[in-house]
């Protein structure tokens, strides 16, 4: 039996417990704080570009973006699901602190009832957009919200000047109507009708937005809806209405094809949104950070890893990342440097000159020193916790638990989660269940069920 050392014990132990707050060197901000362009994809797989693998289309624009700054092979989603990792995101915080983190996700505001009043973030709670904006920044969110609705919720209430996109998790491409029916596409607060295929639409005003004068610098959040279902490319707008709102709802039809005609558009939409920053003169100044809210879904490409979309397995959420930041990223570094949804909200602020509120300290940490390569790479320790699963990573360490089953995989040799380790360490499964035990205890729990 493989035995674990005490020092190692301690180590692992000690660092999840704390949290592995370990950055070598402290971050040097640049000169000037950037223009921020921070775009996220919905339910995009870990290897669904052609730069992490994708093998059966081409992705040139994200591919681009990549060779221009810096890519991350152990980046982290806050959650396995939609709502939880963007209330990750907006707060910078661990999605369980609060209950509407606990939404795996928030359900069509007709199912809400008298919870419609209450699921959201607080409105007294800061977030990204806030934190910026009292810096001194332009903000404006293009694309999906989905942190809770009108008229007690949405993003012109937590910092943001302007928005265009939807409050739900799903809407059709085409008729922007929610799983229910409704229209769910909003100018600020007011719904509105357009013709055009969402990814378009979004992509459309994101760069109306960039080729406007600023007054300020500008924090633009594109966070789009492809390739989350209905699974429909920008020339399926004959796809059967029965099929969307039938038995099986808006996850039925779509092939490999179509998922591939979706990534396409979206990629062409990164493209047309990097040229517009490029012919307003705003490359240069512009930080821009892209990344998926979760691992994919059922068309995914998430070779090597196990498991997908809801899951704590590596597939569920380990997504990819890529950060281009003129004269601080060096231009086509790959790194193996584990960061989490969080982190992005840190390095923004930090970017920007804000900081975060002292009353909610952000989990997440200001990595401009991983992105201008004056720091080391270093451990972290991570945690997630579903309905049904709970997890930490600490190191190479995996600890994972379903029910009453616990798993420990070295993610440094097997990132597939297939060799268990529990029973030959049990030393180290001990250290990172009391570590998870510890770190849940200081979050919301669930209701009964």
Same mark, same amino acid.
């Given at each position: 039996?493989? &035995?674990?050392?005490?020092?190692e014990?301690i180590?692992?132990?000690v660092?999840?417990? *704390?949290?592995a707050?370990?950055?070598? =060197?402290?971050p040097?901000?640049?000169?000037?704080r950037?223009?921020?362009?921070?775009? !996220?994809a919905?339910?995009?797989?870990w290897?669904?570009?052609?730069?992490?693998?994708?093998?059966?289309?081409?992705?040139?624009n994200?591919d681009? +973006?990549? #060779?221009? %700054?810096?890519?991350?092979?152990?980046?982290?989603? /806050?959650?396995? @699901?939609?709502?939880?990792?963007?209330? %990750?995101?907006?707060?910078?915080r661990?999605p369980?602190?609060?209950p509407v983190?606990l939404?795996?996700?928030?359900?069509?505001?007709?199912?809400?009832?008298e919870? !419609?009043k209450?699921?959201?973030?607080?409105l007294?709670?800061p977030?990204?957009?806030?934190?910026? &904006? *009292? /810096?001194g920044y332009?903000t404006? !969110?293009?694309?999906?919200w989905?942190?809770g609705?009108?008229?007690?919720?949405?993003?012109?209430?937590?910092?943001?000047?302007?928005?265009?996109?939807?409050?739900?998790g799903?809407?059709d491409?085409?008729?922007?109507?929610?799983?229910?029916?409704?229209l769910?596409l909003?100018?600020?607060?007011?719904?509105?009708?357009?013709?055009g295929?969402?990814?378009e639409?979004?992509t459309?005003r994101?760069?109306?937005?960039?080729?406007?004068?600023?007054?300020?610098?500008?924090y !633009?959040?594109?966070?789009y809806?492809?390739?989350?279902?209905p699974?429909?490319?920008?020339?399926?707008? /004959?796809?059967?209405?029965?099929? &969307?709102? %039938?038995?099986?709802?808006f996850r039925a039809?779509?092939?490999? &094809?179509?998922?591939g005609?979706?990534?396409?558009?979206?990629? /062409?939409?990164?493209?047309?949104v990097?040229d *517009?920053?490029?012919?307003? %003169?705003?490359?240069q100044?512009?930080?821009v950070?892209?990344?998926s809210d979760?691992?994919?879904?059922?068309?995914?490409? =998430?070779?090597?890893?196990?498991?997908?979309?809801?899951d704590?397995?590596?597939?569920?959420?380990? @997504?990819?990342?890529i950060?281009r930041?003129p004269g601080?990223?060096?231009?086509?570094?790959?790194?193996?440097?584990?960061?989490?949804?969080?982190?992005?909200?840190?390095?923004?602020?930090?970017?920007?000159?804000?900081?975060?509120?002292?009353?909610?300290?952000?989990?997440?940490?200001d990595?401009?020193?991983?992105? =201008?390569?004056?720091?080391?790479l270093?451990?972290?320790?991570?945690f997630?916790?579903?309905?049904?699963?709970?997890?930490?990573?600490?190191g190479?360490?995996?600890y +994972?638990r379903e029910?009453?089953?616990?798993?420990?995989?070295?993610?440094?040799?097997?990132?597939?989660e297939? #060799?268990?380790?529990?029973?030959?360490?049990?030393a180290?499964?001990?250290?990172?269940? *009391?570590?998870?035990?510890?770190w849940e205890?200081?979050?919301?729990?669930?209701?009964?069920?």
């Amino acid at each position: 039996m493989s &035995k674990v050392t005490r020092r190692e014990f301690i180590n692992v132990a000690v660092a999840a417990v *704390a949290a592995a707050k370990t950055v070598a =060197n402290p971050p040097t901000p640049p000169a000037t704080r950037p223009n921020i362009l921070f775009i !996220l994809a919905d339910d995009m797989g870990w290897a669904d570009l052609s730069c992490y693998g994708r093998p059966d289309y081409k992705t040139p624009n994200l591919d681009r +973006l990549a #060779a221009q %700054g810096i890519r991350f092979t152990n980046a982290y989603s /806050a959650a396995p @699901v939609c709502t939880p990792t963007r209330v %990750g995101f907006h707060t910078g915080r661990y999605p369980a602190r609060l209950p509407v983190g606990l939404e795996e996700p928030i359900h069509e505001r007709s199912s809400l009832g008298e919870r !419609l009043k209450t699921t959201g973030i607080p409105l007294s709670h800061p977030t990204v957009s806030s934190l910026i &904006k *009292a /810096a001194g920044y332009e903000t404006a !969110l293009v694309g999906k919200w989905h942190l809770g609705y009108l008229p007690y919720f949405g993003p012109l209430k937590f910092g943001f000047d302007e928005f265009f996109g939807n409050m739900s998790g799903a809407v059709d491409h085409f008729t922007h109507k929610d799983m229910t029916d409704n229209l769910d596409l909003f100018e600020d607060e007011v719904p509105v009708e357009r013709v055009g295929y969402m990814t378009e639409l979004l992509t459309a005003r994101a760069v109306e937005y960039l080729k406007r004068p600023h007054k300020k610098p500008f924090y !633009l959040s594109l966070h789009y809806t492809a390739p989350h279902w209905p699974w429909e490319g920008p020339k399926d707008a /004959a796809f059967s209405k029965s099929m &969307k709102y %039938g038995p099986d709802g808006f996850r039925a039809g779509g092939s490999i &094809k179509v998922y591939g005609e979706m990534m396409k558009s979206l990629d /062409a939409g990164v493209g047309r949104v990097l040229d *517009a920053l490029k012919s307003a %003169g705003l490359e240069q100044d512009t930080l821009v950070i892209f990344t998926s809210d979760n691992g994919g879904e059922r068309f995914s490409y =998430n070779w090597p890893f196990t498991g997908k979309k809801m899951d704590l397995y590596e597939g569920g959420v380990r @997504v990819p990342a890529i950060v281009r930041w003129p004269g601080v990223t060096p231009i086509g570094k790959i790194t193996d440097q584990t960061v989490i949804t969080m982190d992005w909200t840190a390095t923004i602020v930090a970017a920007a000159g804000g900081k975060p509120d002292s009353a909610y300290p952000m989990d997440g940490e200001d990595i401009t020193a991983v992105l =201008n390569s004056k720091s080391p790479l270093f451990d972290r320790t991570f945690f997630w916790r579903t309905r049904r699963q709970g997890a930490v990573r600490s190191g190479k360490w995996k600890y +994972l638990r379903e029910g009453r089953n616990e798993f420990l995989f070295d993610l440094s040799a097997d990132e597939r989660e297939q #060799a268990d380790f529990s029973g030959s360490k049990p030393a180290m499964v001990e250290g990172l269940r *009391a570590s998870f035990n510890k770190w849940e205890s200081e979050m919301q729990r669930y209701a009964a069920s």
